[in-house]
């Protein structure tokens, strides 16, 4: 005879492994500090590659006026404010990214408890059909 609770029980483990559980199972086996740290350091390449582009095409734009009021003193400040606003964009980026890569980290790790968990009561009320 079918049990009820089981069909429901083994219908909900499939669905979550086809899924979310896809991707909860490859993020679950970091550590939460690793996941958060790697995921934080692309993150920082890739906005450092587009700080980059911007401030490349902003140069090219301004080039003529910059050739024009040359001076060490105009250069030394550019440079400082680019610098400056290249620092301040990475520490408020970083925290953000971490922050968020953390949280998925936190709900990816219970979404996967609790389908083991779920794993455990199939897996009880297997043993006491057996009996």
Known sequence: ?????KIELMTR??????TEGKKDFKVSEFYR???TSLHTIC???WVTVGYLCVIGIVILMVLEDLL???SNGVIVMLGGMILLGYVALIIIYAIITS???DEKHKEARQR???YNHDLTRLLRMYEKENR
């Open 112 to 114: 996967v408890k609790k």
């Open 43 to 45: 993150s920082v390449l």
């Open 68 to 70: 024009e009021n040359m």
């Open 33 to 35: 500090k690793d996941y």
């Open 1 to 5: 005879m079918l049990d009820q609770r």
């Open 99 to 101: 922050h968020i890569y």
């Open 13 to 18: 483990l499939a669905f979550y492994e086809q």
